[in-house]
């Protein structure tokens, strides 16, 4: 039988609870359950997209898998050679050690709701939202490193050009 741990707290989330980070222009990144919570099992965090935003570089991670379920709007997404696009209600998996990135490609705001485990990656996306982070292209590949990922600019620039998107 598992153990049952103390220092996990039973609550309920209210929908402006957690730690909102971000510029609602772009990209705001709500973290609603981090992996302190969870003994590194899970994180949770809601990621809001302006119309025409790339949420992020072409990038894999080697530690983490992704799940974004979509809460709002649409969601495109490049997983590895494959382009996708998802509707409310859809989820995408985002297994580690695929190349990927994601964006809005409507003209509403897209909502999804973002399940990593094992927890880990929030944490990039923290230091990214905090005020002072950005996508610097000097710095943002040692900074994903930091959390086993790489990033690839030079697809990242042919998906921003190709879909006319803000990055």
Same mark, same amino acid.
């Given at each position: 039988m598992?153990?049952?741990?103390?220092?996990?707290?039973?609550?309920?989330?209210?929908?402006?609870?957690?730690?909102?980070?971000?510029?609602?222009?772009?990209r705001?990144?709500?973290?609603?359950?981090?992996?302190?919570?969870?003994?590194g099992?899970?994180?949770?965090?809601?990621?809001?997209? =302006? /119309? +025409?935003?790339?949420?992020? @570089?072409?990038?894999?991670?080697?530690?983490?898998?992704? %799940?974004?379920y979509?809460?709002?709007?649409?969601?495109?997404?490049?997983?590895?050679?494959?382009?996708?696009?998802?509707?409310?209600?859809?989820?995408?998996?985002?297994?580690?050690?695929?190349?990927?990135?994601?964006?809005?490609?409507?003209?509403?705001?897209?909502?999804?709701?973002e399940?990593i485990?094992?927890?880990?990656?929030?944490?990039?996306?923290?230091?990214?939202? =905090? /005020? +002072?982070?950005?996508?610097? @292209?000097?710095?943002?590949?040692?900074?994903?490193?930091? %959390?086993?990922?790489e990033?690839?600019?030079?697809?990242?620039?042919?998906?921003?050009?190709?879909?006319?998107?803000?990055?």
């Open positions: 598992p153990e049952k741990t103390t220092d996990t707290m039973v609550r309920v989330l209210g929908p402006q609870d957690g730690e909102i980070l971000g510029a609602p222009s772009f705001t990144d709500r973290f609603m359950i981090d992996g302190d919570d969870t003994g099992r899970v994180a949770v965090v809601e990621h809001t997209l =302006a /119309p +025409g935003v790339l949420a992020g @570089p072409m990038h894999f991670h080697t530690r983490e898998d992704e %799940y974004s979509v809460l709002e709007g649409r969601l495109a997404a490049q997983l590895g050679d494959e382009e996708v696009f998802a509707a409310t209600g859809d989820l995408v998996f985002k297994p580690r050690g695929q190349w990927h990135t994601f964006w809005n490609p409507g003209d509403v705001p897209t909502r999804i709701l399940i485990t094992p927890s880990g990656l929030e944490d990039l996306f923290r230091e990214l939202g =905090a /005020p +002072g982070g950005e996508f610097d @292209p000097a710095t943002l590949p040692a900074l994903a490193a930091r %959390y086993g990922c990033v690839d600019f030079e697809r990242t620039a042919q998906i921003v050009g190709q879909h006319g998107l803000t990055f």
